[in-house]
């Protein structure tokens, strides 16, 4: 499945912003999906996932109530909402796919063998 991120920009701490990630192909059904992140200097990290159907996601403790991700199955889309953002969320995002059917997503990106192009959020203080 090939991957499109868009949705990012500059924002102010406290703000809000909506990620989405569209896939081509008809078997985005069939992967488990998530979004990471990748700050300047550092490792890509986890940031949230959703099982193939919806039913399961997950997210990194350090957005747990303030990002939601979702997807719709029959519009080939992925997307995280971020809200109370923090300046600590800047960073590029990363939309990506596991071909596997992982309950609950799996956080590790080594997993995930389709990527977006990566969308740049950051928040000014």
């Known amino acids: 499945v090939q991957l499109q991120a868009s949705g990012g920009g500059l924002v102010q701490a406290g703000g809000s912003l909506r990620l989405s990630c569209a896939a081509s192909g008809h078997t985005f059904g069939t992967y488990t999906m998530a979004w990471f992140r990748q700050a300047p200097g550092k490792e890509r990290q986890f940031v949230a996932g959703?099982?193939?159907?919806?039913?399961?996601?997950i997210y990194a403790d350090s957005v747990k109530g303030r990002f939601t991700i979702s997807r719709d199955n029959a519009e080939n889309t992925v997307t995280l909402q971020m809200n109370s953002l923090r300046p600590e969320d800047t960073a590029i995002y990363y939309c990506?796919?596991?071909?596997?059917?992982?309950?609950?997503?799996?956080?590790?990106?080594?997993?995930?063998?389709?990527w977006g192009q990566g969308t740049l959020v950051t928040v000014s203080s």
């Open positions: 990506a796919g596991d071909s596997a059917p992982a309950i609950p997503p799996r956080t590790d990106p080594r997993f995930y063998d389709s």
């Open positions: 959703i099982s193939r159907g919806g039913r399961h996601s």
